[in-house]
């Protein structure tokens, strides 16, 4: 019988994991916007590209998140904060320490 409790309990934990996954947006935007607003004074000419990449990529984040349909539209509102990240990333590993 403990088996099957097991079970419903991560049965219980996946249903409440799918929704939270589908609407994580916010999270990665706010986390993308934090490390674009980190990266802005240390932006160098060389990297200055990079950062405005990453604004632009945040800009259309927010946008498919706004006028989402469909988790495909989360789904590209996700990747796209992801990308900004990597850049601004990027930029404060270029500006070094």
């Known amino acids: 019988?403990?088996?099957?409790?097991a079970v419903a309990v991560a049965v219980g934990l996946l249903a409440a994991a799918g929704p939270a996954?589908?609407?994580?947006?916010?999270?990665a935007i706010k986390?993308?916007?934090d490390l674009v607003r980190k990266a802005e004074p240390r932006?160098?000419?060389?990297t200055r590209p990079?950062?405005?990449?990453?604004r632009r990529y945040l800009t259309e984040a927010r946008a498919h998140h706004e006028q989402a349909r469909s988790?495909?539209?989360?789904?590209?509102?996700v990747r796209k904060a992801k990308f900004?990240?990597?850049?601004a990333e990027e930029v404060l590993m270029l500006a070094g320490p």
Do not use: I, S, W, Y
């Open 1 to 5: 019988m403990r088996g099957g409790l």
């Open 21 to 27: 996954a589908a609407f994580n947006c916010p999270v």
């Open 31 to 33: 986390q993308a916007e």
């Open 43 to 46: 932006a160098t000419p060389d």
């Open 50 to 54: 990079l950062l405005e990449e990453a």
């Open 71 to 77: 988790k495909r539209d989360h789904g590209d509102a």
């Open 84 to 87: 900004a990240q990597a850049l």
